[in-house]
Nanobody
Framework: QVQLVESGGGLVQAGGSLRLSCAAS????????MGWFRQAPGKEREFVAAISRSGITLYQDSVKGRFTISRDNAKNTVYLQMNSLKPEDTAVYYC?????????????????WGQGTQVTVSS
């Protein structure tokens, strides 16, 4: 069992930055692939970024060059650095973990989820 708790969301103006954190407990995140997803009102949950156990990263096209996912295994924490934020980035952001050796973009492949943190970008 892995418990995930997100933090770092908030209200920011367009062009600003936020860093989301996902703190894990119960198991070490080094044993899992980790991902960030987001869900805007009335829309399906969508893949944002993921990092494999070995540190390989994958991003949704719309966030490439703006968002960076990283992991600190010593702190058992995964981060999502978000720069040059746009109003369309507004959503609830979720951290998730899986035990696969791939980098899935399908949320159904992830086993553990956090409760989410709200990110609102004003224009």
């Amino acid at each position: 069992q892995v418990q995930l708790v997100e933090s770092g969301g908030g209200l920011v103006q367009a062009g600003g930055s936020l860093r989301l954190s996902c703190a894990a407990s119960g198991r070490t995140v080094s044993n899992y692939g980790m991902g960030w997803f987001r869900q805007a009102p009335g829309k399906e949950r969508e893949f944002v970024a993921a990092i494999s156990r070995s540190g390989i990263t994958l991003y949704q096209d719309s966030v490439k060059g703006r968002f960076t996912i990283s992991r600190d295994n010593a702190k058992n924490t995964v981060y999502l650095q978000m720069n040059s934020l746009k109003p369309e980035d507004t959503a609830v952001y979720y951290c998730a973990a899986h035990g696969l050796y791939t980098i899935p973009v399908d949320p159904g492949k992830y086993t553990y989820w956090g409760q989410g943190t709200q990110v609102t970008v004003s224009s």
